[in-house]
């Protein structure tokens, strides 16, 4: 790590500046020593001070030194320590220490002065400020207060504020924190695509915090979508990512979450030991609220294990911890697993004072799975106890609750317990369809336990059924998963049920079954499993096999290039895929079908996927059951495309456009930053001039809409502005062009011509490209410029103009002057006023409103209605603009032509450069140092005399630009002497 020094030829604010810089770049120990040292320097006045107090406390929070953070800050918590200050800095400090407060679980103190904070910023529209402290108070009612309704409102106020400043990071981190109500309520998809939003706009980022916690919560969205391996690539990362930065608390929670999968795949031995490292890292942390979480993952795991009393201590120190950070929903969840245990050891008493206060903590709550579990919980208890009805009656009341929102894991949970209840009041085949229901949503969540012990009761039900083969299966296959995972207590329980059958004398999986009466329980089942996608699938898959007693079901993809991907099976594998997919293409072509005991059916999942069902049954069905499966998988096609069609009306929400704010709006062009801001000033100033104007910038930025802007605010407005490009016309006619000639000058030649200088006579003439100008040519444009006159080819004396030029190009002239393509003389005498025009990237806010007004344009003269979705315009904020303002337009000029009317333009509409656009790491580490005009950057890589180089070159080039290149004004102005000064401009390389 670089030494910090605080150079005692550089002032307070040039100090502060680096400062801001370091801590932009997430470099937050470095900050931290920086800041620490900065505080001891004596000259820094009051207002200066809490400024670096404010970015020290921020360094040290993003570090989880929370105490040390608030101690920073405590001596402006003191009554009128802060009356003061300016209201921006009084804001400034409330935002800090509630931030502070919030991470410290003092919530009502919190929003006090993160309110406090909101009110100071929005009375001086400082929009960074209120965006900031919008997402400071969703944070807290999400995490410390579980008011998400509320949380979602102040986060989505943070979101307009962001996206006016067109921060991407700080987008992000608000799209995490949506995207963790979206999670806690149920919603996966929606939460999915809020982590994954989040993940694009901070790419290439340097907060390696942010970055392993988005990765932590995909992760947990992936495994409960069922998407495993991704999930386990999820947390590596997260991992890499936070070790980077050695946060613990956060790698407690990576380590204590990712225990909690491995639980649910079986891999307990290894789960503990990660949980048991999670468990060391939040203590380390001073984390109780993850420490809780964490013992009560290791009680749960315990629980599973039947180690009820090592389970019951982890339960009740976690319920210790959980009372003191009071968070209602993790409380309840360790009263429902202590409940469990203590029902084990017949303890029943016991285990329903706690299940019925988990039920007291989450009646009310918005989360309704919460609710939902604390029912399934007392049903089981019930059960237990054989009081059928009372269970039946928390069953109904679980399953309303699970109506409202998709979880497998709960469903599975519920279906079992009902399938329980059915057969303890004789109604078999209800158990037999509720259970099977149960075990796949158990095989869709890979839990290996849980669809163990759904197995254990099927085969009790199918036996009593007289289905002695598939009870002997289910029985056989609970057992097998019950040994490997240690678990003694069922292991004999399933192989006791397993001897009580009678001898059938040949292996239950070569036995033939009989297909399925087709009766209201197949479709019950069906509609069940209608929430979720890929449960239907499966219970499509499993339903088909029972029906038409086949050997194999699979449902395939087929995907654009014709190929088959197979999504969900059941029964035997295919042994020779190659050959059975080349007849299913013959026969879906109108070719030779299939043979009779092979069945296809194609149907769509309402969206973009095309499904095919394939069933190799063991003999040729009759029409009745073929009849039968077509109504099935039209029940099923139906029920996807409604479940489709919920995803995108829940999802898609049009972007208000009219929350888009400008500074201002100037002569055809939109100025919503600080950095067109500094441009427009720039033109108010030379208003009243006819200097000669450069302006430099990329392509595609928009120069040539300045240069009109300071033709429209000069005395010549009433004049014409002449455009002019030079990399438009040949070579051999440039001067021709530009300066005129008489006929017969040379050949071709066949009238006069008054050339585009003459033309521009009393207004301005404005020459794009000017980099591009031949060689030969520049010196005939200097004379103009120095002696106000053209001489036009075949004339005897040169005529003189009154005409103001404005010159434009995106090429770095001083390279070209050092390269001999651009004569030095020129040069100087076009950049008599130099405005640089930032490239888009650079000026973030201005690209909403700017696609605001091309798509107001370009709708209106295609004659539509078109929106943007706020996904899109995400996406577009989070894009870079290698084009600049120019790709901007073509790119609203595009996807308005593709649109029809009334059309919401969604992300996938727009290019494919801007969906896959990843930003890269220089984005995040090259940062503004000082405002424009004479912006600068410097790379992360920049040591801090590096960084301290390119500021005093800087201040030295702005203050020689002010005074002319006068050496004894800049001299006095920067208080150093003329030998001081031109010993600094010797080693910073300017040349006076």
């Not at 108070?137 to 998400?148: P, Q, S």
């Not at 208000?656 to 720039?682: Q, T």
Request: aromatic share 6%; glycine share 6%.
């Amino acid at each position: 790590m670089v030494s910090v020094e605080t150079k005692s030829n550089l002032s307070i604010q040039e100090k502060i500046a680096i400062a801001e810089a370091i801590l932009r770049r997430n470099a937050d120990q470095e900050a931290s020593r920086y800041l620490s040292e900065l505080l001891t320097d004596q000259t820094l006045s009051l207002e200066q001070e809490c400024s670096v107090r404010c970015m020290l406390s921020k360094s040290l929070e993003n570090m989880n030194q929370y105490r040390e953070a608030l101690k920073v800050l405590n001596k402006y918590e003191q009554a009128g320590a802060k009356d003061e200050f300016p209201i921006q800095l009084k804001g400034n400090i409330n935002l800090r220490l509630g931030w502070v407060y919030s991470w410290l679980g003092d919530h009502p103190r919190a929003i006090a002065l993160l309110n406090q904070a909101l009110k100071e910023f929005k009375e001086i529209d400082y929009e960074i400020g209120i965006g900031e402290a919008y997402h400071a108070l969703g944070r807290t009612y999400i995490v410390e207060i579980e008011e998400y309704k509320i949380a979602r409102d102040h986060l989505l106020e943070a979101i307009e504020y962001q996206r006016r400043a067109g921060d991407p990071h700080a987008l992000a981190q608000t799209y995490l924190r949506l995207g963790l109500i979206d999670y806690q309520e149920g919603h996966l998809k929606t939460a999915k695509d809020r982590f994954l939003e989040a993940t694009s706009l901070a790419e290439g980022s340097t907060d390696h915090s942010l970055q392993g916690a988005l990765h932590i919560n995909l992760a947990a969205v992936y495994f409960d979508q069922c998407e495993i391996e991704t999930a386990t690539r999820s947390y590596e990362l997260a991992i890499e990512h936070l070790e980077k930065v050695g946060h613990k608390r956060l790698l407690g929670v990576a380590y204590s979450n990712l225990g909690k999968n491995l639980i649910r795949l079986g891999n307990w031995s290894e789960a503990e030991e990660i949980l048991n490292r999670g468990l060391a890292l939040s203590r380390e942390a001073n984390n109780r609220r993850d420490e809780a979480i964490t013992l009560q993952t290791l009680g749960h795991l315990h629980y599973l294990q039947e180690k009820y009393e090592l389970a019951e201590q982890e339960l009740k120190n976690s319920i210790d911890l959980l009372m003191q950070v009071k968070t209602k929903t993790h409380l309840a969840e360790s009263f429902r697993y202590l409940a469990l245990v203590l029902a084990s050891v017949s303890r029943y008493d016991e285990g329903f004072d706690y299940a019925k206060r988990a039920l007291q903590l989450t009646f009310n709550a918005k989360v309704t799975r919460h609710a939902a579990t604390s029912y399934l919980v007392l049903a089981e208890m019930h059960l237990e106890r054989k009081e059928y009805r009372t269970a039946e009656d928390f069953l109904k009341m679980a399953r309303a609750k699970l109506n409202q929102q998709t979880d497998l894991e709960l469903s599975g949970y519920a279906q079992r317990l009902l399938g329980r209840a059915r057969a303890a009041m004789g109604d078999l085949n209800g158990a037999r369809y509720a259970i099977d229901q149960s075990i796949s949503c158990f095989n869709t969540t890979k839990s290996l336990y849980q669809s163990a012990l759904s197995q254990t009761e099927l085969g009790k039900v199918v036996y009593k059924l007289g289905d002695i083969v598939l009870a002997e299966a289910n029985l056989l296959a609970a057992k097998k998963t019950f040994v490997d995972l240690g678990v003694h207590r069922l292991k004999e329980r399933a192989a006791k049920l397993l001897s009580e059958l009678p001898s059938q004398g040949v292996i239950a999986a070569e036995k033939t079954v009989a297909p399925v009466a087709f009766d209201s329980f197949l479709v019950e089942r069906l509609i069940e499993a209608s929430h979720q996608k890929e449960l239907l699938l499966r219970e499509l898959t499993a339903i088909v096999r029972d029906l038409m007693a086949a050997t194999t079901v699979v449902i395939f993809e087929i995907t654009d290039s014709a190929d088959f991907n197979p999504i969900v099976s059941q029964g035997s594998p295919i042994l020779n895929p190659g050959r059975l997919y080349d007849k299913i293409r013959l026969q879906l072509n109108g070719g030779q079908p299939l043979s009779n005991d092979n069945i296809v059916r194609q149907f769509s999942d309402g969206g973009k996927r095309n499904l095919l069902l394939y069933i190799s049954a063991g003999q040729a069905p009759n029409e009745r059951r073929l009849s039968q499966l077509t109504a099935l998988v039209r029940l099923a096609e139906q029920s996807l495309e409604i479940n489709t069609l919920r995803e995108r009306i829940k999802t898609t929400k049009e972007f208000d456009l009219s929350s888009l704010r400008c500074l201002s709006s100037m002569s055809g062009f939109l100025i919503a930053s600080p950095a067109m801001k500094s441009v427009l000033e720039h033109i108010h100033k030379i208003r009243s001039n006819n200097v000669t104007v450069l302006i430099t910038g990329e392509s595609g930025t928009g120069k040539e809409l300045i240069a009109r802007a300071i033709h429209l605010e000069s005395e010549r407005r009433d004049r014409d502005f002449v455009p002019f490009n030079c990399a438009a016309v040949a070579k051999d006619i440039v001067e021709s062009r530009m300066f005129g000639h008489r006929k017969g000058a040379f050949t071709g030649a066949s009238n006069d011509q008054r050339g585009i200088v003459r033309a521009a006579e009393g207004g301005t003439l404005f020459l794009d490209e000017i980099g591009e100008l031949p060689i030969d040519i520049q010196p005939k444009l200097l004379r103009f410029l120095q002696e106000g006159e053209v001489h036009a080819l075949g004339e005897d004396r040169p005529t003189k103009v009154n005409v103001r030029v404005l010159a434009a190009t995106n090429r770095d002239l001083e390279k070209q002057v050092s390269l001999g393509l651009f004569r030095e003389d020129l040069f100087h005498r076009l950049n008599v006023i130099r405005i640089q025009v930032p490239p888009l990237r650079q000026r973030r806010e201005e690209i909403l409103p700017l696609a605001e007004n091309f798509l107001k344009v370009f709708s209106e003269r295609m004659e539509k209605s078109v929106k943007l979705s706020e996904e899109a315009a995400d996406k577009l904020v989070a894009y870079d603009w290698p084009g600049n303002v120019r790709q901007l337009q073509n790119e609203i000029e595009r996807v308005v032509a593709y649109a029809d009317d009334q059309h919401i333009v969604m992300v996938d509409e727009l290019s494919t450069e801007i969906i896959n656009f990843q930003r890269k790491a220089s984005f995040y580490q090259e940062r503004v140092v000082l405002g424009a005009p004479g912006t600068i950057t410097f790379p992360r890589e920049a040591t801090l005399a590096e960084a301290v180089d390119a500021v005093e070159k800087q201040i030295l080039t702005e203050a020689l630009k002010r005074n002319n290149n006068n050496i004894s004004k800049t001299a006095r102005e920067l208080d150093l002497t003329r030998r001081g000064l031109h010993m600094k401009c010797d080693r910073l390389g300017i040349e006076l």
